[in-house]
């Protein structure tokens, strides 16, 4: 059997690090907002290239917050892409915000500047009382969205810009890493992560001091100091625990990265010749690879097949966010988002994961070669 992913591999290599790193936390009985998450966020805000961080308890709460911290509620509206994980509708969702879709680029599956201009235009000429406040872009599967010409459209129609990075720890536009590029940054330590946890956490980064302390009053009741209340806050913070395996991963996480770039192009390598679309890596920018995800038309046969062979793969993603039940009341209809809709057809990730060695590579790949030839 081929696992999609296996978490079990990586804990093995870093086993005495973890455990060292955990009981340490368990020693000094201090289980929230203690010494671990100041020491990630600083580390991991140093890492994007920025200067703050902040710790909180999801991708979806960092993703949420962001958006509450630069003042985004009722009434406005924020645009993002229609083939995401739907964690990033529900955070717009969430701040009281309608969201807007536009469609991908078909090579990099991320948000297409051409058809957000062409949205901002139309929406400009409406009169129905809610403003675009905001646009947030996904750099999917660890590729970076077109952020130079997302930055430039919304530098001209005054927006701000709020990274979902939450797939996409250390990937790079140029030499500046995603997170840095927007007014913040949103990341995911879901353990499936490139850089996870062993459980829920998140931060948002910011090279902005008014967002840090507003996300700092928001993540912790809206107190500044015990028992004082500025606002309305939530309970969302990250755990000690939590910061602490984090605080050690991140010390691998670009070799990891790496470990990806070169597994991916050898996957490439071995699949490119039996005529599927594989990943691509657009000029400029570094593709970490959070997931391997091919294309094509026979997508639900292959998958079926290589189930059978005892080779585990998922749908990133099958449905189309806007053509969601829970985002009927958003009035799309099918044919709106065409290159979405087509890939959610025929999309299909392959196992993969740092770890993944290349006898079980190789074995996906004569699946995936045996299917064509005989099916």
Known sequence: MVPFLDLTRQYERIKSEILSATQSVYE???????????????????????????????GTDALYLALKAAGIGNGDQVVTVANSFVATALAISFAGVKPIFVDIDP????????????????????????????ILPVHLYGHPADMDAIMEIANRYDLDVIEDACQAHGAKVGRRKVGSLGAMGCFSF???KNLGGYGDGGIVVTD?????RKLRLLRCYGQREKYHHILKGHNSRLDEIQAAVLRVKLKYLDQWNEERRRKANLYTKMLSPLGLACPSEKKGVRHVYHLYTIQTG??????????????????HYPIPIPLEK??????????D?????????????????????ESEMGEVVEGVRYFFEHK
Request: with cysteine; aromatic share 12%.
């Open 28 to 58: 000094k009985g201090r289980f929230i907002l203690g010494e671990e998450v100041s020491g990630l966020e600083k580390e991991f805000s140093h890492y994007c290239g920025v200067r703050y961080g902040v710790g909180v308890g999801s």
């Open 107 to 134: 090579k990099t599956y991320t948000m297409d500047p051409n058809r957000l201009e062409l949205l901002l235009k139309s929406e400009k000429t409406k009169k129905s009382g809610q403003k675009i406040r905001a």
């Open 190 to 192: 879901y353990p499936t």
């Open 208 to 212: 902005h001091q008014k967002y840090d």
């Open 298 to 315: 026979k997508r639900n046969a292959l998958q079926t097949f290589l189930k059978k062979e005892e080779i585990e793969t998922l749908i």
């Open 326 to 335: 829970a985002y009927q009341e958003t009035g799309y209809r099918r044919g």
């Open 337 to 357: 988002f065409p290159w979405t809709e087509r890939w959610s057809r025929e999309i299909l990730s392959l196992p993969f994961f740092p770890e993944i060695s």
